[in-house]
């Protein structure tokens, strides 16, 4: 099953910290949202400025599997950050966020010459021959 | 991992049993006095550490009591599904390996998932409705078991296939999710004519186009459709497009849109509506969600691999699939040892069409062998194929297969690049080492 688990691993070990307390409860300080620890904890994003940003602000809908499987110039991810804002009710991020957030993922999830990830055992790109 | 399914099991039944305590407990929050939303700030930090560091919106009016869907859905997982490889967990999205997609009837546990938004939950079979509405004579309102008894119940192998299904292999990529082969199945799905439940309500000769409406609920805004998309009446008064309830001689699988779902068959997925529970009949092409700008559109020029076009360009609304076809066996990466001859499988289809040949070739088409295909179960079925092909010797080879529809349509080598990567009906190419 290739459906996993960073998340689910977080949940468990909630679980046994805050139902295995008898009685009351310890809580840390009311914060803001729990900074990951480790690389596992940023869900695969590689480190670089502007994870931080991509980390919180692509999660608010959707899973950051779907960020992992893009490979867009600059450009294009300028136009996908437009059309969420537009078609699917992204807050518009303010421009030094947006600004972080096209620097990470343009510099991560750039045009590759390589083949997506999951292709797996697959044959490679068709040709043999170039133009 | 084993631990994990139980422990969120314990979750679900903590908050049914005691809401008010499993608050307390898990959350370590005490609602407000009106019941919403959060006394102290810890328990915001907690269940969004829980959810992976999220924003929860609408954080401050969350009943108590509540678990966010996302941890139900957690808890629920994938159950059920068997094999495939995940495109997404939010929403949820996950394709089939080609050699997993083997069987004739696909399996539920193998058939992909592709959902826009959140999974209904605590789904009420006995309560659930679909009302007709629109451009009708009479507007009526169905439950599943109303359908069951006024309508003749059938039983069909359907093909649904992802409008994006190929969309991996485009240069340069595009953005979405990047679905390779898998993103297709052949269930047997029970249901009912669309076409018998339209004669009911009466048509009136105003209706051009219909509009689908279901259960799930959109990520960013939970009062707005994920999705709404609709077929041309010819196509919903077609005997083959059916209101399906059961999956395989079974209540459907939540992810693939228990209980009741549309199924289009040879139509791109997104018209096959899923959690379904309105269907209004329009007197326009239907504009919903998914019927606009460049969503499930097709330029109406050929584009330069790149090119920008504009959203007015986006004049062809994706109907029909194309003509396609897949290896089932072997799997891309199997060694041939000591054998120089091997059993190639898969299926083809062809959307309105009957596949009339399949064929195979191990040295990049300059020779095609013809395999046997078979008759499709009924209409809309898929047809599987069979070939037996020699290796002159040992090395690295590509084997492909390449589907002709009745019309002459055949495969191509490659397709015009498009922005939304769509309709990717290229030939399927598998890697074999013999040895």
């Known amino acids: 099953m290739h459906i996993v688990a960073e998340k689910m691993g977080k949940i468990t070990l909630h679980i046994f910290l805050l139902v295995g307390m008898a009685g009351g409860i310890a809580f840390a300080e009311p914060s803001a949202i729990a900074t990951p620890a480790n690389d596992m904890d940023w869900k695969g994003l590689p480190e670089g400025t502007g994870r931080e940003d991509v980390f919180y602000t692509c999660q608010a809908c959707h899973s950051l599997m779907l960020v992992k499987q893009q490979h867009l110039s600059r450009e294009r991810w300028q136009e996908i950050l437009a059309w969420m804002v537009k078609e699917k009710g992204m807050v518009e991020p303010d421009p030094k966020v947006r600004d972080s957030l096209l620097g990470y993922l343009s510099t991560h999830f750039g045009p590759s010459s390589g083949r997506p990830a999951g292709l797996g055992s697959m044959p490679p790109p068709l040709s043999t021959m170039r133009p | ?435």
């Open chain 2, 1 to 435: 991992m084993a631990d994990h399914g139980n422990i969120n099991k314990d979750l679900i039944t903590a908050f049914a049993d005691n809401p008010d305590k499993a608050d307390r407990d898990v959350f370590g929050r005490i609602a407000n006095p009106d019941r919403r939303g959060f006394l102290r700030g810890a328990g915001l930090a907690t269940m969004t550490a829980m959810l992976g560091g999220t924003i929860i919106p609408f954080a401050d009016t969350m009943p108590s009591g509540f678990i966010p869907v996302a941890l139900a859905e957690e808890a629920m997982g994938m159950a059920g599904k068997d094999g495939l490889i995940g495109l997404g967990d939010k929403p949820y999205n996950a394709e089939t390996p080609a050699h997993l997609l083997d069987d004739e009837i696909t399996p539920t546990a193998r058939h992909f998932v592709r959902n826009h938004g959140t999974v209904p939950d605590n789904v009420d079979v006995s309560a659930w409705t679909l009302t007709i509405d629109g451009e009708v004579e009479k507007p009526l309102t169905f439950t599943i078991e109303d359908l069951r008894k006024k309508f003749e119940v059938v039983t069909q192998q359907l093909v649904i296939e992802c409008g994006g299904n190929g969309r991996a292999f485009f240069n340069p990529q595009v953005s979405g999710n990047q679905w390779t082969v898998g993103a297709v199945g052949c269930a047997q799905w029970t249901g009912v004519r669309l076409k018998d439940i339209l004669k009911a309500v009466g048509v009136k000769k105003s209706a051009i186009y219909t509009a689908h409406f279901g259960a799930d609920k959109d990520l960013a805004d939970p009062e707005k459709p994920v999705l709404s998309r609709g077929i041309p009446i010819e196509k919903a008064l077609n005997p083959g497009t059916l209101v399906a309830f059961e999956m395989n001689g079974a209540p459907m699988h939540p992810l693939n849109g228990h209980p009741l779902r549309l199924v289009v068959p040879g139509w791109v997925g997104s018209t096959s509506h899923k959690w379904l529970t309105r269907i209004q009949l329009r007197d326009v092409v239907h504009d919903g969600k998914g019927m606009t700008g460049q969503s499930y559109r097709m330029p109406n020029r050929p584009l330069e691999p790149g090119e920008k076009a504009e959203d007015a360009a986006f004049t062809q609304i994706i109907t029909a699939m194309p003509v396609k076809s897949l290896i089932t066996s072997p799997a891309s990466g199997f060694k041939l040892d000591g054998k120089k001859t091997l059993e190639v499988r898969g299926h083809s289809w062809a959307g309105e069409n009957a596949v009339k040949n399949v064929e195979i070739s191990i040295d990049f088409g300059a020779k095609w062998i013809p395999a046997k295909v078979a008759k499709a179960a009924n209409r809309y079925a898929w047809q599987r194929w069979q070939a037996e092909v020699a290796f002159p010797g040992p090395g690295y080879y590509e084997i492909w297969a390449r589907a002709t529809d009745e019309k002459g349509a055949t495969q191509p080598f490659a397709v015009a690049w498009n922005p939304k990567g769509y309709m990717n009906n290229a030939m399927h190419r598998v890697a074999v080492r013999v040895g």
